[in-house]
């Protein structure tokens, strides 16, 4: 058995997309998924399978969702290990709170890391970035979000290949992960 993640993009925000995830993790299960689990209502499924690459995975659960759902939703699948690969590389000091926002921004596979780290409008000495294999970690003091690329990447190619997580919950993934 392997443990995956899927991180479905868009869903119940702003009251937009409504997927409940009592009925998410029950169709999770029908499609032969196991110890399917949710954190929080932004479309984050923990689960295990024997079998089926992260791409068949994504498939299997988005005709799931459009099935129960009538909804049409990208759904990003990562192994454990390198959703933990992702949360590791977040520097320690970065969080999510009143002071400073981090988020994750995890990159289908399509997507080349050249081509990603050659369109980031990163302002210097506001927006710090690390890249990694799958995502792009994003930091900016409270004080500079005005004034920082990242609302620029916001409607772009790049945006609508992605799919966001703030740093808390890449965390709480992660140790939901290690909890088994």
Known sequence: MTTH?????GINVGGNTK????????ICADAGL?????YINSGNVLFSTASGSTASLATLIEEAVTSEFDLEVPVLVKEAEAFRAICDSIPPGWRNDKTMRTDVM??????????????????????EVVLVDGAVIWKVDAANLTR????????????RS???????????LASMLDAG
């Open 5 to 9: 993640i899927a991180l479905l993009r």
């Open 19 to 26: 997927v409940e995830m009592a009925r998410l993790r029950a």
């Open 34 to 38: 196991e110890g399917v689990r949710t």
């Open 106 to 127: 995890f990159l289908w596979d399509h997507l080349d890391m050249g081509e990603v780290a050659e369109a980031l409008p990163v302002r210097e000495g506001i927006d």
């Open 148 to 159: 920082s690329g990242r609302t620029r990447v916001i409607g772009g190619t790049m945006y």
């Open 162 to 172: 992605a799919t966001v997580r703030n740093c808390n919950t890449v965390r709480k």
